[in-house]
């Protein structure tokens, strides 16, 4: 089945550019939406953007002006680089992708895959 | 933006017994076109993703147990898990996906009184 593994540094120090990687594995990245969403530790949940796999992208305002969401079909993976960050930018980060069902996909769905997330620390 | 707000923040409940989880939107959800409401109702246990267990406010996902049921219209909706097992501490978190940015509510923990 398909599967999302998030990747990249662990560290970031304020002011530079946190960067992801999801990769997609088990099916393949065309014809869907994906999602970046972010966790700070032990609090709730924050959709940062979604990516369709064409490019065309829609991000949270409250982030939009650091966010940058990119997709590479040919190796199935898509990107997440959040600029200047600060300790408010830590937190675990997930990608998801909505249901898509036998016939359309809509980024206006539930999320009902998930990858297991990785804790991106921001210090110096 | 929607705002979602969901009570209790915590709430511990005896084995077996029923937990009981609200959720209310600043706006309605309820698509007029389609007459659905785009709630959806996740479980996330410590060092996991979240998992989903109800999508459309009131449809359990599939192998979801059928103790666990949502409900609810427009701008207020209920999580109600009727006879609480251990496994089902953890936290639970409302999500509109009716507009971006898609939004959700600041969590409920349930606990074993």
């Known amino acids: 089945q398909v599967q999302l593994q998030e990747s990249g540094p662990g560290l970031v120090k304020p002011s530079e550019t946190l960067s992801l990687t999801c990769t997609v594995s088990?099916?393949?990245?065309?014809?869907?939406?994906w999602s970046w969403i972010r966790q700070p530790p032990g609090k709730g949940l924050e959709w940062i953007g979604y990516i369709y796999y064409t490019g065309s992208t829609n991000y949270n305002p409250s982030l939009k002006s650091r966010v940058t969401i990119s997709v590479d079909a040919s190796k199935n993976q898509f990107f997440l680089k959040l600029s200047s960050v600060t300790a408010a930018d830590t937190a675990v980060y997930y990608c998801?992708?909505?249901?898509?069902?036998?016939?359309?996909?809509?980024?206006?769905?539930?999320?009902?895959?998930w990858g297991q997330g990785t804790l991106v620390t921001v210090s110096s | 933006d929607i705002v979602m707000t969901q009570s209790p923040d915590s709430l511990a409940v005896s084995l077996g017994e029923r937990a009981t989880i609200n959720c209310k939107s600043s706006q309605s959800v309820l698509y007029s076109s389609d007459n659905k409401n785009y709630l959806t109702w996740y479980q996330q246990k410590p060092g996991q993703p979240p998992k989903l267990l109800i999508y459309?406010?009131?449809t359990r996902e599939s192998g979801v147990p059928d103790r666990f049921s949502g409900s609810g219209s427009g701008t207020d909706f209920t999580l109600t898990i009727t006879s609480l097992q251990a496994e089902d501490v953890a936290v639970y978190y409302c999500?509109?996906?009716?507009?971006?940015?898609?939004?959700f509510g600041g969590g409920t923990k349930v606990e074993i009184k």
């Open positions: 998801a992708r909505p249901y898509c069902s036998a016939t359309t996909c809509s980024p206006y769905n539930w999320f009902d895959l």
């Open positions: 088990g099916g393949s990245i065309s014809s869907y939406y």
């Open positions: 999500q509109q996906y009716y507009g971006t940015p898609f939004t």
């Open positions: 459309w406010a009131s």
